[in-house]
Nanobody, 124 residues
C-alpha cells in the first residue's frame, strides 16, 4: 500500500522560504511521476508542480514559476518542494501525490495516491 507523508509546513512571513518534504513508501518510488497540489477552503485542489519519475521533466503552474522548485531523491524515496519568495496567496494546504505512470501529470484526477496534507500559512 502506497503511503505518502508530508512535512515542513508552517507559518512563514511573506518573502521567506519553506521546504516541504514527502516521504513515500509501499512501492518503487523511482518508477512514478509525483506532484504537489494545494487547496484552500471551498476551492478545487490545484497542481503546483509535478515531476517525472527520473526528475528529468518538471512542470510548474504559472503563479509559482521562478519561486518554487520541485525535486526528488529516488535513493531516499522523498519528494521536495522548495518554496522561495512566498506570498500570502500561497497560503493553502499542500498535498503530495503519486501517479501510476512514469510521466508527470497536471490534473488531480490522474493521481492515485495522496498524502494527508500540510498547512502552509504566509503572513503579510
Amino acid at each position: 500500500q502506497v503511503r505518502l507523508v508530508e512535512s515542513g509546513g508552517g507559518l512563514v512571513q511573506a518573502g521567506g522560504s519553506l521546504r516541504l518534504s514527502c516521504a513515500a513508501s509501499g512501492r518503487t518510488f523511482s518508477r512514478y511521476g509525483m506532484g504537489w497540489f494545494r487547496q484552500t477552503p471551498g476551492k478545487d485542489r490545484d497542481v503546483v508542480a509535478a515531476i517525472s519519475y527520473d526528475g528529468g521533466t518538471t512542470y510548474y503552474t504559472d503563479s509559482v514559476k521562478g519561486r518554487f522548485t520541485i525535486s526528488r531523491d529516488n535513493a531516499k524515496n522523498t519528494l521536495y518542494l522548495q518554496m522561495n519568495s512566498v506570498k500570502p496567496d500561497d497560503t493553502a494546504v499542500y498535498y503530495c501525490a503519486a501517479g501510476n505512470k512514469g510521466r508527470l501529470e497536471y490534473v488531480a484526477q490522474e493521481y492515485a495516491h495522496w498524502g494527508q496534507g500540510t498547512q502552509v500559512t504566509v503572513s503579510s
